[in-house]
């Protein structure tokens, strides 16, 4: 499904499409998509060739009605399936789905969404970029400097490991920016899969859809059904003032220098009108396709050797710093084990609750509950000093911060009637 039929298919499983013919690109549609946070909001932003559409995602049910799952359990083997057996791309003619435009990047629907924002950005920008026969595609903002340039937030991961290839070699990086996919592309460029396990095709088993064109200047492989596509490089010495910029926590990340894209070319699909995503920083959408694919990583580290019953990175948290698990705890010490597992499979998590099985861990009033029934602060947890974190994390020192473990599971060895809530009669 490209990104149209995307929000057809999502409509016709009861979700609400709101049409708005003219919106400022700066801040208006943040408070217009918060005030319409449960429905889908398809916008044309002013002075840009192109719509909008935000609150495609509106609840982790909408990402399970397009991964086609009932559940947690089995998104979570869907994505794990798809990382581990990426599809056999089908390449077809780029010529057939995209065509040149002559315009530069102001055309590009870059959004100032907070008065704290440093600039105009692209939030669901997907970088894909190409080394010795090794791709990778992730999400990365982007901020616009003027019509030929933008400047890349690119923290040190897969695209921050190619583009240093490149710059010791003396080369600026060839890079195709993604813009207007189905959302599980998204969810696949999110998914930090091992260098080498190319994004793009875990979307193609997420979707079912092997489609692929190579870009005509770099041959860098991208999907069919994107919106837009826009070559250009990283520049290998020029970097600029990127930020600040309201992140997924509600805070204000800093300005820092980052590298600077330089623009070759535009090209949009013929197929249908292309449509980008803009994703709010910090609402719900944000949260569900940043944070997803770590309960995803969480699961795969913990499902071979604890019984687990539910895994939740916290709203409140912004599906990023706090972990909620639930377990049939069979032995003591695995409630404190579990918990160093979650931090060992997300880093960047903060504080991690444990608890048992018949707490419903969706349910924060029976999290707490938990902890003030079953957890004794000089048994049941475990402080860790200067552990590597999040910079996202306010509290932390260039990442470096604390981390909790609370065990609020019952002990084994006491009656389970002492610590069993009764039932309502």
């Not at 947690?72 to 794990?80: G, V």
């Not at 616009?144 to 897969?158: F, Y």
């Not at 013929?270 to 980008?276: D, H």
Request: charged share 25%; with cysteine.
């Amino acid at each position: 499904m490209n990104i149209h039929e995307t929000i057809d298919f999502l409509k016709s499983k009861g979700r609400n499409v709101v049409y708005i013919t003219s919106v400022d690109r700066e801040l208006e549609i943040t408070r217009l998509a918060y005030e319409h946070r449960e429905d889908i909001l398809v916008f044309q932003p002013n002075d840009s060739n192109y719509k909008c559409v935000t609150n495609i995602l509106s609840s982790r049910k909408d990402l399970y009605v397009l991964m086609g799952v009932e559940g947690d359990r089995d998104a979570y083997n869907k994505l794990i399936n798809s990382m581990s057996n990426p599809v056999k791309p089908e390449f077809v003619d780029f010529n057939e789905y995209f065509v040149k435009t002559d315009h530069g990047l102001k055309n590009i629907p870059f959004i100032k969404y907070f008065k704290e924002d440093g600039g105009y950005f692209l939030t669901s920008s997907i970088i894909a970029a190409c080394i010795n026969n090794i791709c990778n595609a992730s999400i990365h903002r982007v901020m616009l400097i003027d019509d030929t340039r933008a400047v890349v937030r690119i923290v040190p991961r897969h695209l921050h490991y190619i583009h240093e290839q490149y710059r010791s070699d003396g080369r600026d990086t060839p890079v195709a920016i993604v813009l207007g996919v189905n959302p599980l592309i998204e969810l696949a460029a999110a998914s930090s899969p091992p260098l080498g396990v190319y994004e793009i095709y875990v979307a193609g088993n997420l979707t079912n859809d092997p489609r692929v064109v190579k870009t005509p200047l770099y041959g860098i492989p991208v999907p069919a059904s994107s919106s837009i596509v826009i070559e250009g490089v990283l520049s290998r010495d020029e970097v600029a003032d990127e930020g600040p910029f309201v992140d997924i926590l509600g805070l204000v990340d800093k300005r820092r220098k980052q590298p600077v894209f330089k623009l070759n070319a535009i090209y949009v699909n013929k197929r249908f009108e292309p449509l980008v995503h803009a994703i709010i920083p910090s609402f719900t959408e944000h949260i569900i396709l940043m944070g997803f694919p770590r309960e995803v990583s969480i699961y795969n580290a913990l499902i071979g050797n604890y019984d687990v019953v539910k895994i939740r990175l916290t709203q409140g948290s912004a599906g990023w710093l706090h972990a909620v698990l639930s377990i049939r705890k069979r032995r003591e010490g695995e409630g404190i084990a579990a918990g160093l597992s979650v931090i060992h499979a997300h880093p960047s998590v903060k504080h991690v609750i444990v608890v048992d099985n018949d707490i419903d861990i969706d349910n924060p009033m029976e999290v707490e509950w938990a902890i003030a029934t079953r957890f004794k602060a000089s048994e049941n947890m475990v402080v860790l000093k200067n552990m590597p974190g999040s910079t996202l994390d306010p509290r932390s020192e260039d990442g470096l911060g604390d981390k909790l473990v609370i065990d609020a599971t019952k002990p084994l060895n006491e009656p389970w009637d002492k610590y069993r809530r009764v039932n309502i009669p």
